[in-house]
């Protein structure tokens, strides 16, 4: 299990998190990550997001016991929520169909889905 369930809406963090993602009509726009740390994988990407907003001061993986780590996964799981629901309304727009499928392994998030 993942950290959101541990976590509780922080104000701050979706402050600083939206500086990075943008909800639009039609999907999202990320910001402000640089293309490497956008291609790193599991941890290293946790640390180059964390580090780019709090700062470069995250030295072990966080668990539930540490309410930044448990407030930031959160509210990214909110936002990606945000995300996919602006993405899944702008192709029922677009396509006028009524049922939709996502595929890939973001749409796999059990939550989301």
Same mark, same amino acid.
């Given at each position: 299990?993942?950290?959101?369930? /541990?976590?509780?809406?922080?104000? +701050?963090?979706?402050?600083?998190?939206? +500086?990075?993602?943008?909800?639009?009509?039609?999907? /999202? +726009?990320?910001?402000?990550?640089?293309? !490497?740390?956008? &291609? !790193?994988?599991?941890?290293? %990407?946790?640390? %180059?997001?964390?580090?780019?907003?709090?700062?470069?001061?995250?030295?072990?993986?966080?668990?539930?016991?540490?309410? &930044?780590?448990?407030?930031?996964?959160?509210?990214?799981?909110?936002?990606? +929520?945000?995300?996919?629901?602006?993405?899944?309304?702008?192709?029922?727009?677009? !396509?006028?169909?009524?049922?939709?499928?996502?595929?890939?392994? !973001?749409?796999?998030? %059990?939550?989301?889905?």
């Amino acid at each position: 299990m993942g950290l959101a369930p /541990y976590g509780k809406m922080d104000a +701050e963090i979706h402050r600083r998190l939206s +500086e990075l993602l943008r909800i639009t009509e039609d999907g /999202y +726009e990320v910001r402000g990550i640089s293309k !490497t740390a956008g &291609q !790193t994988r599991g941890f290293m %990407a946790y640390l %180059a997001v964390i580090n780019k907003i709090f700062g470069p001061s995250r030295t072990k993986r966080p668990d539930a016991t540490d309410p &930044q780590a448990t407030n930031f996964a959160f509210v990214a799981q909110r936002m990606l +929520e945000e995300a996919m629901l602006s993405l899944c309304r702008y192709a029922k727009r677009e !396509t006028h169909e009524q049922k939709l499928l996502i595929a890939g392994g !973001t749409a796999l998030n %059990a939550k989301a889905n």
